[in-house]
């Protein structure tokens, strides 16, 4: 079955320390992006990637870093620098900019720093 | 303004009633719209897409106002199921691959 793989579930890192999430998917889609959702709020958009390697920062960009040397994989990156990494992150993806392509997410990964 | 604003909620309904969701956005160029469904502490799930010609998929039925800015979603005969939180999400304009999301409607079926 196709679908969006984020790993992992839980993850708890010491304050000071960079951590990276995983997101891999075999939905063949060009399109990548990661957001971050705080309890009792919205997705707010970290980073997108179109294309393989080619991204842009989305609105809360400080603090995270990403890469995509591959089309199937969109890891996210959390440094020292993010001021209040912890909340629950999703990877999405879809076929590009085209109208009708909805945004597919993989199970998210809860982050937890202390 | 938030790009895309909810009505947060909560919606306390009975079994069987009916429910209407609203969602307002503010990129007069948006050009996609969505509706997600958010179980707790899970990710979003696509529920359905928004056309200008509105839509319908079982007991859920999608809107779209251009001229005003919003969409929204109808919900008949409510079911416990129904219980989660529900997210609209606008993309499109200026930048066509950004989806941005609004807070979130959460919606609570009771017996």
């Known amino acids: 079955d196709g679908g969006i793989t984020q790993s992992p579930k839980y993850l708890f890192r010491k304050e000071g320390q960079n951590v990276t999430l995983s997101c891999e998917q075999n939905?063949?889609?060009?399109?990548m992006y990661w957001y971050r959702q705080d309890p009792g709020q919205g997705l707010r958009l970290i980073y997108y990637?179109?294309?393989?390697?080619?991204?842009q920062k989305g609105d809360i960009a400080e603090g995270y870093s990403v890469s995509r040397e591959k089309k199937e994989s969109f890891p996210l990156t959390v440094t020292s620098a993010q001021k209040n990494p912890t909340a629950f992150y999703l990877c999405a993806s879809n076929t590009g900019i085209g109208r009708d392509s909805p945004l597919h997410f993989g199970n998210g990964t809860r982050l937890t720093v202390t | 303004r938030k790009e895309v604003e909810q009505d947060p909620g909560p919606f306390n309904v009975p079994e069987g009633a009916t429910v209407a969701f609203n969602c307002t956005y503010s990129?007069?160029?948006?050009?996609?719209f969505f509706w997600y469904r958010q179980d707790c502490r899970k990710e979003p799930k696509l529920l359905m897409s928004v056309y200008s010609s509105g839509n319908e998929d079982g007991r859920f039925t999608a809107q779209l106002n251009r001229a005003s800015q919003y969409i929204s979603l109808l919900i008949r005969d409510s079911k416990l199921s129904d219980s989660a939180t529900y997210l609209c999400?606008?993309?499109?304009?200026?930048?066509?691959?950004?989806?941005?999301f609004g807070d979130g409607t959460t919606l609570t079926v009771k017996p």
């Open positions: 999400v606008v993309r499109g304009g200026t930048n066509a691959g950004k989806s941005t």
């Open positions: 939905l063949n889609h060009d399109a």
């Open positions: 990129n007069s160029a948006s050009q996609s």
């Open positions: 990637s179109q294309i393989v390697n080619d991204f």
